[in-house]
């Protein structure tokens, strides 16, 4: 005998809520899932930018510490300008606050009126900006040419160029040096610049991201005619600003940090760059960690305003050229 028609609906009815009810269940157990992975990830994330941060914050509150917080065990974490300077301002206690500030400083103070560290941040602001513009123009014109230029040995060539990235820069210093030493150029900036002029990893980055841009453009400019000139000024250019803005990154942050070749083709003091110069303020100064943490945050501000000013084309520039190179 078949149910009766309302006990089949009702039946219908109370599996059918039993349904929404265990779907509706899943749905808040997967968000739940989600938002605790999230969550996980982001603490892992932030756990991670702390620890990375630290060196950097280590450098900054050292410099700023007074002369025997340096040497405490344990180490201080907080330096006592950030402990009491906020209450100092607070209360209006302005003399005493000043007077905590001008002994924060003394190590800044003492870097900048005993040493000839602007001397130093000029050389190396000239340096790293001339090889950083000479690398992103020749190493341009040579991607493009890679990447879009069609001549026999093409292939070759470029593969060539390739396989010297596994020779140890080591290997090359004492050729390097002779070629400076016979063209007179020792003790001179321009010692330190040509050598930097050109990046073979610059031209295989841009070659790469070239590769991204449609040739169709081209022949459509050289159609139009356009010299070759044009072609690689208006329309390569422009449309490989992120990878050109990543190269530049990655330049002037090598060329800033350039300690050892600049180490060898420069003996007088007024030439040397930033991080030449304070190593040998290190050497005269064995025990002023707070001199040194100074000069090693007066170094890294030009290196972290260039990457903050170019971060959105560096990150675009890394992943188009690494994704569809």
Same mark, same amino acid.
């Given at each position: ?19 929404? $009810? ?21 603490? =892992? ?56 500030? @001008? ?31 000479? $690398? ?18 093409? @292939? ?35 010692? =330190? ?22 040739? @169709? ?10 010299? @070759? ?68 945050? $007066?170094?890294? =501000? ?24």
């Amino acid at each position: 005998m078949g149910s009766h028609p309302t006990e089949t609906g009702l039946i219908k009815g109370v599996g059918a809520e039993a349904r929404a $009810v265990a779907r509706a269940r899943a749905i808040t157990l997967g968000r739940a899932g989600r938002a605790v992975g999230r969550g996980t990830a982001y603490a =892992v994330l932030i756990l991670w930018a702390i620890i990375s941060l630290m060196p950097l914050y280590w450098m900054v509150t050292t410099s700023f510490m007074l002369p025997d917080e340096v040497w405490k065990v344990p180490p201080t974490i907080v330096p006592t300008i950030l402990k009491q300077m906020p209450a100092l301002l607070a209360t209006g206690q302005w003399a005493e606050a000043g007077k905590l500030w @001008e002994q924060a400083i003394d190590s800044y103070r003492f870097l900048f009126q005993s040493t000839p560290v602007v001397r130093w941040i000029t050389n190396s602001v000239i340096v790293s900006s001339v090889a950083t513009l000479g $690398v992103l123009l020749l190493d341009s014109m040579a991607a493009y040419a890679f990447a879009k230029r069609r001549f026999p040995g093409r @292939e070759l060539l470029f593969w060539i160029m390739i396989s010297t990235l596994m020779i140890p820069g080591q290997v090359t210093l004492v050729p390097m040096f002779m070629i400076i030493r016979d063209a007179g150029l020792m003790n001179s900036l321009w010692a =330190v610049i040509l050598p930097d002029l050109s990046m073979v990893f610059g031209v295989f980055l841009l070659r790469q991201f070239m590769r991204t841009i449609p040739t @169709e453009l081209i022949e459509a400019a050289t159609i139009d005619g356009a010299s @070759e000139f044009t072609v690689y000024s208006r329309i390569m250019v422009p449309l490989a600003k992120p990878g050109l803005a990543t190269l530049g990154i990655l330049t002037f942050m090598a060329t800033w940090n350039s300690f050892l070749w600049p180490l060898i083709v420069l003996q007088r003091s007024e030439l040397f760059t930033l991080t030449v110069g304070l190593k040998t303020l290190q050497d005269k100064n064995l025990v002023q960690y707070g001199l040194l943490m100074s000069g090693a945050t $007066v170094a890294a =501000v030009p290196m972290i305003g260039v990457f903050l000013i170019f971060q959105r084309y560096f990150v675009k520039g890394l992943t188009l050229g690494g994704l569809k190179g």
